[in-house]
């Protein structure tokens, strides 16, 4: 929340809310400015003129006009808007039972829950996370081709160069280890790169998600488990790449190695 959000204070000032802090900004607006608009309750047209005490992160209204304010206007009519309940966690299924059977007979209101509200902000959670995931996975995907098709070249350029070492005497399990640390020398590379640029590039996003009240993002940690599986997930491609790389380089007899001339 932004600016001072006692609601016995914007009452006593006469100081209304903004439901969106991004909209807020946006649109010119910051805590303690003065505003003026024209709204209806539904029996009228009303003026509100005085100053903005803060902002929800996300309200799901544009403007909040605390009930105390509103009254002193002297509004006619029946109006339409929102009632908040507030209660203690042990008393949350009564309460929500009794006001359940409250509005049961009634056709023109409509109740919602924070617990209903939660479950919907994490299953939009759930979902944008399985979106980023797969398009990572895309990513991640192109990026070990590239690394595949960068050890691929490599070993193919220097083919020759092999065959001379195994043919003064280097062995089959000395060239498995040769390609394996060249493998290493990328997978710590594209996990470092990925790690420096990844990680800074996720904060900043997560901040201005925060600042703009988008997803309702408000704490960041460090995603652990993703980090240590692409570690391991790239290590095993690794390491089976370059054993399929060494098992076809040895198909070529010694001769043919020597000869290859790239």
Not at 60 to 78: H, K, Q, W
Request: glycine share 10%.
């Amino acid at each position: 929340d932004i600016g001072s959000m006692d609601y016995d204070q914007a009452v006593k000032n006469g100081e209304i809310f903004f439901g969106w802090s991004m909209w807020m900004e946006q649109d010119g607006y910051a805590p303690g400015e003065s505003i003026a608009f024209d709204f209806e309750n539904g029996s009228g047209t009303y003026t509100y003129q005085g100053k903005i005490a803060g902002s929800f992160v996300s309200a799901d209204t544009y403007l909040v006009i605390p009930e105390g304010v509103y009254r002193s206007m002297n509004p006619r009519g029946t109006a339409y808007g929102y009632l908040w309940v507030d209660c203690d966690k042990k008393d949350v299924a009564s309460v929500e039972q009794n006001l359940n059977t409250l509005i049961s007979n009634t056709s023109h209101i409509k109740m919602d829950t924070y617990h209903a509200q939660l479950q919907s902000a994490e299953f939009s959670a759930r979902t944008m996370k399985l979106g980023c995931y797969l398009f990572m996975a895309v990513v991640g995907f192109i990026g070990f081709m590239n690394m595949a098709n960068t050890m691929i070249m490599n070993i193919t350029t220097k083919k020759q160069e092999y065959g001379v070492l195994q043919a003064v005497g280097m062995t089959n399990k000395q060239l498995n280890l040769c390609l394996q640390l060249q493998g290493l020398i990328f997978t710590v590379g594209t996990i470092c790169v990925a790690l420096v640029v990844g990680l800074p590039l996720g904060y900043v996003l997560f901040a201005y998600a925060k600042h703009n009240g988008i997803f309702g993002m408000n704490v960041y940690h460090v995603p652990i488990t993703p980090i240590l599986a692409m570690i391991l997930l790239v290590s095993l491609l690794q390491i089976v790449l370059s054993c399929v790389l060494s098992s076809n380089l040895k198909k070529e007899t010694l001769v043919e190695r020597i000869r290859y001339q790239g």
